[in-house]
């Protein structure tokens, strides 16, 4: 891919010559041994954002400890980290979905924006109106009124719900492609395990938000490697 993509920069940058690009945008995937997964989603979204002619560089955020996988908190450190390099608006992208259409616009024309309502898992139908997960899209406005994701949620299952629970809370809507439009493929994967405490923690979404996030982050200085295809910032949580 590195020798295909020869309009790519390094740390997985690109930036078009010929228009001025309105945004900047960060493409955020949390990664923990997923090699496959992660082939072949840039495989397929370098070209579509090329395509798109956006400004745009790819950020892997592995978590580099045993501890259980935490998503959100995996989220908010790329949402910082993208912060000092002057990034306007952040794709939180799960590693395992491959979008289907060149027309699903990665960037900000409203936040927060819901990119994959429609996902082969469900049969391409939204199973719930207040549905983000997956891939969404968010301004540094929105993304700090809701106090980014929720660090709490380790494992499968809960930390989506939970940032539903942040937006209602915060009187904002989520926009969306019709599901024509926002079509994924959701590619085959062994289920982490489930989060067992994920029912509990949701009871009080609505009140913890404005102290776990953002707002709670502590973290060890990731290390950051370059490399053609991606910036990946390894960190210990």
Same mark, same amino acid.
């Given at each position: 891919m590195s020798s295909k993509f020869k309009w790519l920069h390094a740390g997985g940058h690109y930036s078009p010559t010929n228009c001025l690009p309105t945004q900047n945008v960060a493409i955020l995937i949390p990664f923990r041994n997923r090699e496959a997964h992660l082939r072949v989603l840039l495989n397929n979204l370098h070209p579509i954002l090329h395509r798109q002619q956006i400004m745009y560089t790819v950020y892997v955020i592995e978590q580099a400890d045993h501890k259980p996988f935490n998503k959100g908190k995996l989220y908010n450190i790329g949402?910082?980290?993208g912060l000092k390099r002057d990034h306007t608006c952040f794709v939180f992208h799960d590693v395992d979905l491959i979008p289907e259409d060149d027309r699903i616009r990665y960037g900000c024309p409203r936040s927060p924006m819901h990119l994959s309502p =429609?996902?082969?898992k469900f049969n391409y139908r939204l199973p719930d109106d207040n549905l983000i997960g997956g891939v969404s899209a968010w301004?540094?406005?929105e993304f700090e009124m809701v106090n980014g994701w929720s660090n709490a949620f380790v494992n499968w299952g809960g930390e989506d719900d939970d940032m539903s629970s942040r937006i209602i809370a915060n009187g904002l809507s989520i926009y969306r492609y019709r599901e024509s439009l926002g079509r994924y493929t959701m590619l085959k994967h062994r289920r982490t395990p489930i989060?067992? =405490?994920r029912f509990h923690l949701l009871k009080d979404?609505?009140?913890r938000f404005p102290i776990d996030g953002l707002s709670s982050l502590v973290y060890i200085s990731p290390k950051v490697e370059v490399y053609q295809l991606f910036t990946k910032i390894?960190?210990?949580?």
């Open positions: 949402y910082l980290e =429609a996902i082969d301004k540094k406005r989060n067992t =405490a979404s609505q009140a390894s960190v210990i949580i």
